[in-house]
């Protein structure tokens, strides 16, 4: 079967799936971090108490996600935090919550960012196989990725970030996110979004919102040059 790591292998070659495990386990630990250093900012030690703090990433993502990451190609982190202690109460979930898709957001302009100098540069013959033309498949990768980590996880639905973010924003979102049922149906949730096709719009989008801003990259950078 092509899928996980052999799938990406044998699309994009044993450079491809190594900048997508590390793409995947780095833009992960980097997203639950970014909701640790945010939680602790709102004034709540509960990640620094489950020592979750680390740049170890089997901490945040475990091994049974790993293990999926390199069977399915996807993964997942978690960083417990304690809503109640935050300084700014329900409003410190939009704070927390939107803290980990904002990293993936910075990364994703990184990425395609450099993509667009590269480029700019006129350091990435096509067709080529130079170490730029490596870093800008790598960076390609990285980008593309952190995007669609970052829309997936401002969808308005638990478990997500984005429900969490809606809730600090709406009362009535609040109470209907943390109805028993709702919390019980999050699995559920999670399963249907993930065999729904909402990640491939996702993938479509992140990569379309990439190339235009390498391209912006690219003119900004052929005119200074």
Same mark, same amino acid.
């Given at each position: 079967?092509? *899928?996980?790591?052999?799938?990406?292998? !044998? +699309?994009?070659?044993?450079?491809? #799936?190594?900048?997508?495990?590390?793409?995947? *386990?780095? @833009?992960?630990?980097?997203?639950? &971090?970014?909701?640790?250093?945010?939680?602790? $900012?709102?004034?709540?030690?509960?990640?620094?108490?489950?020592?979750?703090?680390?740049?170890?990433?089997?901490?945040?993502?475990? !091994?049974? /996600? !790993?293990?999926?990451?390199l069977? %399915?190609?996807? #993964?997942?982190?978690?960083?417990?935090?304690?809503? @109640?202690?935050?300084? $700014?109460?329900?409003?410190g979930?939009?704070?927390? @919550?939107?803290?980990?898709?904002?990293?993936?957001?910075l990364? =994703?302009?990184?990425?395609?960012?450099?993509?667009?100098v !590269?480029?700019?540069?006129?350091? %990435?013959?096509?067709?080529?196989?130079?170490?730029?033309?490596?870093?800008?498949? =790598?960076?390609?990768?990285?980008? &593309?990725?952190?995007?669609?980590?970052?829309?997936?996880? &401002? &969808?308005?639905?638990?478990?997500?970030?984005?429900?969490?973010?809606?809730?600090?924003? @709406?009362?009535?979102y609040?109470? $209907?996110m943390?109805d028993?049922?709702?919390?019980? #149906? /999050?699995?559920?949730?999670?399963?249907?979004?993930?065999?729904?096709? *909402?990640?491939?719009?996702?993938?479509?989008? /992140?990569?379309?919102?990439?190339?235009?801003?390498?391209? =912006?990259?690219?003119? %900004?950078? /052929? +005119?200074?040059?």
């Amino acid at each position: 079967m092509e *899928i996980g790591i052999y799938g990406i292998y !044998l +699309k994009l070659g044993i450079a491809g #799936a190594a900048a997508y495990l590390f793409w995947c *386990i780095a @833009s992960i630990t980097l997203h639950e &971090l970014a909701h640790g250093w945010a939680a602790l $900012w709102q004034g709540d030690d509960t990640p620094r108490t489950y020592g979750r703090m680390t740049w170890n990433p089997i901490v945040h993502m475990g !091994l049974w /996600s !790993l293990a999926c990451l390199l069977l %399915v190609g996807i #993964a997942w982190g978690v960083m417990p935090t304690d809503p @109640s202690k935050y300084r $700014w109460g329900r409003k410190g979930r939009i704070v927390v @919550s939107g803290a980990g898709p904002a990293m993936n957001a910075l990364l =994703f302009l990184v990425c395609w960012t450099g993509v667009g100098v !590269l480029d700019g540069l006129n350091l %990435v013959p096509l067709g080529g196989d130079t170490p730029y033309n490596r870093l800008a498949d =790598f960076l390609w990768i990285g980008g &593309l990725l952190n995007g669609l980590l970052c829309l997936f996880n &401002l &969808l308005p639905l638990p478990p997500f970030d984005g429900a969490s973010i809606v809730a600090g924003f @709406s009362r009535t979102y609040y109470r $209907w996110m943390h109805d028993p049922r709702v919390q019980t #149906a /999050s699995l559920f949730i999670l399963i249907v979004v993930m065999f729904s096709g *909402i990640g491939s719009l996702c993938a479509r989008a /992140s990569a379309r919102a990439g190339q235009g801003l390498a391209a =912006f990259v690219v003119e %900004v950078v /052929s +005119k200074l040059n």
